[in-house]
């Protein structure tokens, strides 16, 4: 089994920027992707970036393209999400999850591995 743990997230500044980690232990696999995803009160939870762990190819929501950036270091088993030039309607509260291969990463369905979420607050 997989067990993932998100840290990072906090309250910014509108025009600031947070770094969001997600932290893998247990058994892992190569061939695994990992995405972040995120839900707001009221909306349902959307997709905002997915990383392969071996290969690095990488995949991003509209709505976070240029600002978010997201990597990966496979020695220290964590994933990292680096959020660039925050505005307001990007606070929600953030998962990391994970999945074999590295098709449909933009939808839920496919991952069978939950962190806890960590809170993201952009104040205007």
């Known amino acids: 089994q997989v067990q993932l743990v998100e840290s990072g997230g906090g309250l910014v500044q509108a025009g600031g920027s947070l770094r969001l980690s997600c932290a893998a232990s247990?058994?892992?696999?190569?061939?695994?992707?990992v995405g972040w995803f995120r839900q707001a009160p009221g909306k349902e939870r959307e997709f905002v970036a997915a990383?392969?762990?071996?290969?690095?190819?990488?995949y991003y929501a509209d709505s976070v393209k240029g600002r978010f950036t997201i990597s990966r270091d496979n020695a220290k088993r964590t994933v990292y999400l680096q959020m660039n030039s925050l505005k307001p309607e990007d606070t929600a509260v953030y998962y990391c999850?994970?999945?074999?291969?590295?098709?449909?990463?933009?939808?839920?369905?496919?991952?069978?591995?939950w962190g806890q979420g960590t809170q993201v607050t952009v104040s205007s």
């Open positions: 999850a994970a999945k074999t291969g590295f098709s449909a990463v933009a939808k839920t369905l496919g991952y069978d591995y």
């Open positions: 990383i392969s762990w071996s290969g690095g190819s990488t």
């Open positions: 247990g058994r892992t696999f190569s061939d695994y992707a």
